[in-house]
């Protein structure tokens, strides 16, 4: 699993509230993803960074932000939840720690978001 | 723009049954090609991946060969048994940030 840990792996929230996902990985790589799971649609990138402070939109980025302080930890805000929003948040990263080495890609564990 | 497009799901097949699982891609230049499964409850894995035109990815008996005349990356195996039933995803990346594109995914049950 290379190293990567999402919390929390559930939780419930209510519409409007803003809702925090970490992702944290321990091998020191360079690029780290978000991505949102939903029926008929596979797994469609919100976000991904590239860098400590470094970060892109993905296809579905409206609704969300992300912060990367450390190079271990990767933040999905949600500023104010939807329940469109309601899903399963997948963290990745690329293993490799130059710009432009990209190997595998993993993924952890997931955490799964209810939006009431 | 890049896009990717599995076949409906869900397959059902009994074991020791022929799999395949069709893959075709849109895509500018050279993608890198990959098959990802997911088990019940979890995460992603990676199967198997093909990173040039008439590469073929192998890994636990399933198999995939990148076809850039036809824009393919079927997944095949030979005989699948019950404990292959999962999710599986089709997947293209694109050098820039190693973002993946993913299919919409095909459910595959194996019976007993």
């Known amino acids: 699993d290379a190293g990567i840990t999402q919390s929390p792996r559930h939780k419930v929230t209510e519409t409007g509230t803003p809702v925090t996902l970490r992702c944290h990985q321990t091998?020191?790589?360079?690029?780290m993803y978000w991505y949102r799971q939903d029926p008929g649609h596979g797994l469609r990138l919100i976000h991904y960074?590239?860098?400590?402070?470094?970060?892109d939109k993905g296809e579905v980025s409206d609704g969300y932000s992300v912060s990367r302080s450390k190079t271990e930890d990767f933040l999905l805000t949600l500023e104010s939840a939807t329940s469109s929003q309601t899903s399963v948040y997948f963290c990745?990263?690329?293993?490799?720690?130059?710009?432009?080495?990209?190997?595998?890609?993993?993924f952890g564990p997931g955490t799964r978001l209810t939006v009431l | 723009g890049n896009s990717v497009t599995q076949m409906e799901g869900p397959v059902t097949l009994s074991e020791e049954a022929f799999l395949t699982i069709n893959c075709t891609y849109t895509?500018?230049?050279?993608?890198?090609l990959f098959w990802y499964v997911q088990y019940p409850g979890e995460g992603l894995q990676l199967l198997l991946k093909?990173?040039?035109?008439?590469d073929k990815g192998s890994n636990k008996g399933f198999e995939a060969t990148y076809r850039k005349e036809t824009t393919s990356f079927h997944l095949e195996k030979g005989s699948v048994q019950v404990s292959d039933s999962a999710v599986y995803f089709c997947?293209?990346?694109?050098?820039?940030?190693?973002?993946?594109?993913f299919g919409q995914g095909t459910e595959l049950s194996v019976k007993p």
């Open positions: 990745a990263i690329t293993e490799g720690t130059a710009i432009g080495e990209y190997n595998e890609q993993f």
């Open positions: 091998e020191n790589h360079r690029y």
């Open positions: 960074s590239y860098g400590v402070k470094d970060t």
């Open positions: 895509a500018t230049g050279y993608p890198s």
């Open positions: 093909a990173t040039k035109a008439d």
């Open positions: 997947a293209l990346r694109y050098n820039q940030g190693g973002k993946l594109i």
